[in-house]
C-alpha cells in the first residue's frame, strides 16, 4: 500500500470497503454467493429459496454490524446521555426489506440479484416476521427504534425475546382459530447471542432484615427461583446514516450451576421441570391488547426484562468509571406504558440493597431517570396486581413500594389538606375486599415526566385517570403524539407512490416529512393527478390478486376500498362498519336497481383468543360476507372480505391500496391510533370520529378533506349521564332495525338466531361503546363518501392533498419532541471512513 502512496486514511477506506462491507452490485453478488457457501454451506445449483434468503440476509447483516459497532465505539468515547427504551412489545416486522432501504441499498441488492437470476420480493417474502407485539403499542416502539437511529440519538431498546409471538390466525367456518407463532423455527439471522452478557434475576422466596457490625440496616432476599437473562441483540440502522442502535431482548434460561441439589440427590425429573420453569418466562407473548391478565407468569416477565435491563445499564455507566449516584446522566429510561414499571421499584432495590445507598439519595436518582407514556384510558386496561399475587413473586419489591407509598402519601396529606379521597386515588395501593397494587400510581410517582400518546388523549387523562397525578405535579404532564416511520409505511411498502412523489418534490421528503408539502402545489396538476390514480389503481389491483390467493373472493379493484384493519376491539366498532354494510346491501335487496357506488370492504385483525365479543364480530364479518358476496342482486357491487392474519406483512401490502380508512373508535376511547396515519400517508382519506390523533389528522388535512362524524368525546360522556337508552335508537331508525333483526333471526347465519345474540343484546340494553347512538350519523356520512368518490379526479385531488398534510405525523418528529422535552439529549453522528452518512 505504502508502494502506491496511499495516505492513512485511504488505507482505511480500501480496507473497509471489503467484501463483507462494499455496497456496489459486483461486491454484493460475490457477498451472496460467499455466504450461500459459508454460511449455509450450498451452492446455487442445491440452494433453496431460504438458502438464498439467509444468504442475502448475512450479507446484510455484514454491513450493519460494521456500523454497529462504529456507533458502540463512538457511544463510549464520549459523554453522551443514552435513550433507554422499556417496552414488553416489540412489533418489529420483517427486517430485510427495511434495512436495504435504511442503508440505501435496495436498488443495488435488487439488480445483483437479478443478475444472479433470482427476485428480491421473492427473498423479502421468504422471511418470517418477528411479532414480538400485539398492535399499536408495540409497533410504536418498532417506529421509534427506528427514528432514533435515523436522528443519530445514542439509543437501547429493552424488552423480552419471546420464543413464541402474537399468535397466528387462521379463519375457519368464518370464526378466528389460533396457532402458535414459531417463528424462530429456521433461525434469525437478524440476532446475535450475547451469551457473555446475562444476569441472574430472583424470584419468589422471603426477605429477611438484620443490623450488621457497621450498624447498618441489611436487606437479604432469598429467592425460590433463580433464572437466567441471556441477551440477544439485533442492530437497528437509520436511514441513511451509519448509526446502528441495539434492540436488546432477554431470553430466560435455567442458570448454570442449575439445581444441583436435585441432581445429586437424584431428582432428576425435578432438576428438568426447574428448567423448563426457568424457560417458560420468556416463552409466549400475552395476546391481550388493552386488557389486563393478572397472571403470575405475565408479572415474572414484566420483572425479569426489567431487572435484566436495568442491571445491564448500571454494569454500562459503571463501567464508564462514572459513581453510581450519577446514573441519570447516563440514562433516560422511558416506560412505555406501565408494563415495565416495575422498573421503579426494581432500581430503588439496587440502589438500596446492592449499591448501599440511601433511601433518599436512591429516590433522587430513580426519580429523575424515568419517563412514563400512557397508551390508553380503558379502566379495563389500567394494570393492577393483587398483593398477595405481586408478594409471592416479588416480597422484596412489595415492601419497596410500601415505603414508597408511605413516605409519598406523608408528602401529599400536607399538599392536600388530608384530603382522603384524593390520598386514596394517589396511593400506589388500592384497598377493598383484596388490597392491589396500581401501577399506573408507581409510574407517575417515580417519573419525572408523564406523557400522553395524542392532543385528546393528553387531556382527557389530565382530567380523568390521572387527574389529582396533575392536580399535583401539572409540570410533570406533557404530550406527545404518535407518528409512524416513513420508511417502512411509505419507502418500502409503497415505492411506487414513493417514486411519484420523489419526482415531483425531490426526496428530502423521507427524512423531512414536513416537505410534503411541497406537493401541494401539484394537486391540480392533470398528468400528476392521473399518476396519482394510476399508482392506486395498480396497488389496489396488486391487492385484489392477494384478495383471491387468500380468500377465493374475487374483488373489482375500480370499487372503493374501504378498508378497517387493526385489533377487533368493541370501543373500536368494526360492528359499526358491518352494520352500514348491511344497510348498503338491505338498500339494493328494496330496490335492486338503486345506485350504489361499487364498494369492497376490507377487514383484518386478530382478537384477543379469550375476548368472546370480539371473536363474534369476526364471525360476523364473515356472515355478512358469506351473504352479500354471493346475492345475485347484488351483482358484485359490494363484497366483504376478512383478510386473515393481520400483522406488520400484510399491513404493508393493505395500506397502499386503500381509498376509505376507519378511524370509528367512539370518541375518548382510541389513545391515539396510528394505522389512521399510515393509511393516510398511502394516499387514503379518513372517515372517523373526533378521537385520539384523528383530531390532529383532521386539523393537518382540512376539514373539507376528512369525513367527520359520530358524537364527541364530551357529547358521549354527557349522553351517558343522562341515561342513554340504545333500544330507543333500534326503535325509532328503521334501517337500524331491520339490521339488528336480521342479524338476531339468523338472516346471515343459516337461520341460526343463536350465534349472535350475545352481541345484540350487548348493543341493546348495554352498548357501552355507543354504536347505536352513531349509526345515523355514520351512515349519512358514509353516502357523502360514495357521493365525492364518483368524481374520481376530485377524489385524487383530495387525497394528494390529504398526504401533503400529514408531514407532522412521522416518529422523527415525536422522537425530536421526546429528545427536547423529556429526555434532553442530542444527536451523536457516527462517522464511518470519515462520514457520518451515505
Ligand atoms: O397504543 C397505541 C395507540 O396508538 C393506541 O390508540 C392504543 O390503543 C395502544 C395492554 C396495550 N394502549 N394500550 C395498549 C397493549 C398491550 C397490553 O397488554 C395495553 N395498546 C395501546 C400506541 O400509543
Avoid at 427473498?123 to 436522528?151: F, H, Q, V, W
Avoid at 431428582?267 to 428448567?275: E, I, L, P, T
Avoid at 364480530?617 to 376478512?642: A, H
Avoid at 419532541?817 to 462520514?835: A, F, H, M, Q, R
Amino acid at each position: 500500500l505504502q508502494d502506491k502512496g496511499l495516505d492513512k486514511k485511504e488505507v482505511q477506506n480500501v480496507l473497509v470497503e471489503d467484501a463483507r462491507t462494499g455496497l456496489d452490485v459486483e461486491t454484493l453478488k460475490k457477498a451472496i454467493l460467499n455466504n450461500l457457501f459459508y454460511v449455509q454451506g450450498k451452492y446455487p445449483e442445491i440452494a433453496t429459496r431460504n438458502d438464498y434468503y439467509m444468504a442475502l440476509a448475512y450479507t446484510v447483516r455484514d454491513r450493519l454490524l460494521q456500523r454497529w459497532v462504529a456507533s458502540v465505539k463512538q457511544y463510549l468515547e464520549g459523554k453522551h446521555r443514552i435513550v433507554s427504551y422499556l417496552s414488553a412489545e416489540y412489533l418489529l416486522g420483517p427486517h430485510l426489506g427495511n434495512n436495504l432501504v435504511n442503508l440505501g441499498i435496495y436498488k443495488e441488492a435488487e439488480q445483483a440479484l437479478h443478475e444472479m437470476g433470482l427476485n428480491l420480493d421473492w427473498l423479502i417474502e421468504k422471511e418470517i416476521e418477528p411479532g414480538l407485539g400485539n398492535g399499536g403499542l408495540g409497533r410504536l416502539a418498532a417506529c421509534y427504534m427506528d427514528s432514533l437511529a435515523t436522528l443519530e440519538v445514542p439509543a437501547i431498546g429493552y424488552g423480552i425475546r419471546y420464543q413464541f409471538g402474537i399468535f397466528e390466525q387462521d379463519i375457519r367456518d368464518g370464526w378466528q382459530v389460533e396457532d402458535t407463532d414459531n417463528w424462530l423455527r429456521r433461525g434469525n439471522p437478524w440476532e446475535i447471542a450475547r451469551r457473555e452478557i446475562s444476569y441472574d434475576i430472583k424470584l419468589g422466596g422471603y426477605v429477611q432484615h438484620y443490623m450488621d457490625r457497621d450498624g447498618k440496616f441489611r436487606t437479604i432476599w432469598t429467592p425460590d427461583l433463580i433464572v437466567k437473562g441471556v441477551a440477544y441483540d439485533t442492530p437497528i440502522v437509520g436511514y441513511k446514516v451509519n448509526t446502528t442502535n441495539t434492540l436488546r431482548l432477554w431470553k430466560s434460561e435455567a442458570p448454570n450451576s442449575f439445581d444441583f441439589q436435585s441432581f445429586n440427590s437424584g431428582d432428576y425429573s425435578n432438576a428438568v421441570n426447574q428448567k423448563i420453569i426457568c424457560e417458560n418466562i420468556s416463552k409466549v407473548l400475552y395476546p391481550n391488547d388493552e386488557t389486563r391478565s393478572g397472571k403470575v407468569l405475565r408479572l415474572q416477565q414484566q420483572y425479569f426484562f426489567v431487572s435484566c435491563s436495568l442491571q445491564d445499564m448500571i454494569g454500562i455507566h459503571l463501567r464508564q468509571g462514572e459513581r453510581i449516584e450519577d446514573f441519570q446522566t447516563t440514562f433516560a429510561v422511558q416506560l412505555n406504558d406501565t408494563h415495565p414499571a416495575v422498573a421503579i421499584a426494581e432500581m430503588m432495590r439496587l440502589l438500596v440493597d446492592e449499591y448501599d445507598l440511601e433511601w433518599v439519595d436512591a429516590w433522587r436518582v430513580t426519580t429523575r431517570t424515568f419517563a412514563y407514556t400512557n397508551h390508553t384510558l380503558l379502566p379495563e386496561a389500567l394494570e393492577k396486581w393483587d398483593m398477595e399475587l405481586f408478594a409471592s413473586v416479588l416480597p422484596r419489591h412489595l415492601e419497596i413500594i410500601q415505603e414508597i407509598n408511605r413516605r409519598f402519601l406523608d408528602e401529599v396529606t400536607v399538599r392536600v389538606y388530608g384530603d382522603q379521597e384524593k390520598i386514596s386515588s394517589l396511593s400506589i395501593i388500592g384497598e377493598g375486599p383484596r388490597r392491589y397494587i396500581k401501577m399506573a400510581n408507581l409510574a407517575c410517582a417515580g417519573s419525572f415526566a408523564i406523557n400522553g400518546v395524542a392532543a385528546l388523549h393528553t387531556e382527557l387523562l389530565k382530567q380523568t385517570v390521572l387527574k389529582d397525578w396533575y392536580a399535583l405535579s401539572p409540570e410533570k404532564f406533557s404530550n406527545k403524539t404518535n407518528g409512524v416511520t416513513p420508511r417502512r409505511w411509505m419507502v418500502l411498502s409503497n415505492p411506487k407512490l414513493t417514486e411519484l412523489i420523489s419526482s415531483k418534490i425531490g426526496e428530502n421528503w423521507i427524512k423531512h416529512l414536513d416537505e410534503l408539502k411541497n406537493l401541494e402545489k401539484f394537486a391540480d396538476d392533470p398528468e400528476f393527478l392521473q399518476q396519482w390514480m394510476d399508482v392506486k389503481l395498480e396497488m389496489k389491483t396488486q391487492l385484489a390478486q392477494r384478495i383471491v390467493n387468500r380468500t377465493n373472493i374475487k374483488v373489482d379493484p375500480e370499487s372503493i376500498f374501504d378498508i378497517q384493519v387493526k385489533r377487533i376491539h368493541e370501543y373500536k366498532r368494526q360492528h359499526l362498519n358491518i352494520l352500514h354494510v348491511i344497510t348498503l346491501y338491505n338498500r339494493i335487496k328494496q330496490n335492486p336497481e338503486a345506485e350504489i357506488v361499487p364498494r369492497t370492504f376490507v377487514f383484518a385483525g386478530k382478537a384477543a383468543p379469550g375476548y368472546k365479543q370480539a371473536k363474534l364480530i369476526i364471525k360476523l364479518i364473515n356472515s355478512v360476507g358469506e351473504i352479500v358476496n354471493k346475492d345475485p342482486d347484488v351483482k358484485g357491487r359490494l363484497k366483504v372480505v376478512f383478510y386473515p392474519n393481520y400483522n406488520v406483512t400484510n399491513a404493508q401490502k393493505i395500506y397502499p391500496a386503500a381509498d376509505l380508512s376507519e378511524q370509528i373508535s367512539t370518541a375518548g376511547k382510541e389513545a391515539s391510533g396510528t394505522g389512521n396515519m399510515k393509511l393516510s400517508l398511502n394516499g387514503a382519506l379518513t372517515i372517523g370520529t373526533l378521537d385520539g390523533a384523528n383530531v390532529e389528522i383532521r386539523e393537518c388535512v382540512g376539514e373539507e378533506n376528512f369525513f367527520l362524524f359520530g358524537l364527541t368525546a364530551e357529547e358521549v360522556e354527557n349522553t351517558k349521564s343522562d341515561g342513554y337508552n340504545p333500544f330507543h335508537f333500534y326503535e325509532n331508525n328503521p334501517n337500524l332495525k331491520l339490521a339488528l333483526d336480521q342479524i338476531s333471526n339468523g338472516y346471515f347465519s343459516h337461520l341460526d338466531d343463536t350465534i349472535f345474540k350475545d352481541l345484540i343484546n350487548s348493543l341493546l340494553y348495554d352498548d357501552q361503546f355507543m354504536v347505536l347512538a352513531d349509526y345515523q350519523s355514520y351512515v349519512d356520512c358514509q353516502d357523502q363518501v360514495a357521493e365525492a368518490f364518483k368524481d374520481k379526479v376530485k377524489w385524487a385531488r383530495m387525497s394528494i392533498l390529504n398526504v401533503a398534510r400529514m408531514g407532522k405525523f412521522s416518529s422523527d418528529r415525536s422522537i425530536r419532541e421526546y429528545c427536547d422535552e423529556i429526555w434532553k439529549v442530542k444527536s451523536v453522528p457516527v462517522t464511518l471512513n470519515g462520514t457520518s452518512s451515505k
